[in-house]
């Protein structure tokens, strides 16, 4: 039995430990920390989890999950440095911060594991990219990757990739969303009532992810296959590369690359 103790339920927090379960863990092997006492009992009621402090939690822990937001990470190192005990796996959630900032907080030695998730694993679809520090080992490397493997997908990344990876997973669901949002305005222009533009667009969305994923073409054949000679979809197209889409898309995932690599100068 792995125990595993996430520090900060909040939105990804409470997402793995749903998640976990989902796949099958008890929840005897989990607890976590919350700051508010009455955020703490209502999940802990609704999950079947026990909440701890950070100590409390530490000290059961095989792996220590770190859930809480970037800003509010030195107190909780502080709380865990001397609690943690020797060889316990630390994974941190936590957008921009390097493994060396953890490594150098904690007890020497102790291995961390940085991973980049994303929301969609409240519904078990995550996209987590995990990268070892210094003193994580290939073995600790794969326990991570069986873990997230639960809540979606995992792949490894060399740890100088990570903000690339913020920018696209870890902030790409809010670009769907965006997405989707401007296409029901769209289909309400049209004259469509919003809940069925919002049909319609959502199962198109879920659709063409799945094509995605499933089919081994590249994007470009998929549109091909949709785009017919003087028909609807190339008219749409135009429009899109007039108002230069593609490039808003490009410069705002650079944009986002940026502020991931600002926001981990900060942090350290
Ligand atoms: N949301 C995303 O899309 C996303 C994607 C990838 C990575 N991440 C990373 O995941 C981490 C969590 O993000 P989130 O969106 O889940 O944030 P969140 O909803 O704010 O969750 C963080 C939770 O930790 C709690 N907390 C703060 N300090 C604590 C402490 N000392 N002890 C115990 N609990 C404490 C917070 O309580 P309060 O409510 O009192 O602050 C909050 O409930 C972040 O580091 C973020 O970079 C998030």
Do not use: W
Not at 140 to 151: D, F, H, M, R, Y
Not at 174 to 192: N, P
């Amino acid at each position: 039995m792995t125990r595993i103790a996430v520090l900060g339920a909040g939105k990804i927090g409470e997402a793995l430990l749903a998640g976990l379960l989902a796949g099958g863990r008890s929840a005897d092997e989990l607890v976590f920390t919350e700051r508010h006492p009455e955020r703490a009992a209502e999940l802990s009621g609704r999950l079947g989890i026990e909440a701890l402090d950070v100590a409390g939690a530490a000290a059961r822990a095989d792996i220590v999950v770190l859930a809480v937001k970037p800003q509010d990470i030195t107190p909780v190192l502080a709380e865990l440095a001397p609690a943690l005990r020797r060889g316990t796996l630390v994974v941190s959630l936590c957008a921009g911060l390097p493994t060396a900032l953890f490594e150098g907080a904690l007890p020497a030695g102790t291995p961390v594991v940085r991973v980049m998730p994303n929301t969609p694993m409240l519904v078990g679809e995550a996209m987590s990219a995990i990268s070892a520090g210094t003193h994580a080992t290939d073995d600790q490397l794969a326990t991570v990757e069986k873990l997230l493997a639960s809540v979606g997908r995992v792949v490894r990344v060399p740890e100088s990739q990570q903000d690339a990876v913020t920018a696209l997973s870890g902030s790409g669901p809010a670009y769907f969303f965006f997405l989707v949002e401007a296409m029901i305005d769209a289909g309400i222009l049209l004259g469509l009532p919003r809940s069925v533009a919002a049909d319609l667009i959502v199962q198109s969305a879920f659709g063409a992810a799945r094509m995605l994923r499933e089919s081994s073409d590249h994007p470009v054949l998929l549109r091909e296959a949709v785009t017919s000679p003087a028909g609807t979809t190339i008219a749409a197209i135009r429009e899109l590369e007039r108002h230069g889409v593609r490039a808003a898309l490009i410069a705002a995932i650079e944009a986002a690359r940026d502020r991931s690599v600002e926001l981990g100068r900060a942090a350290r």
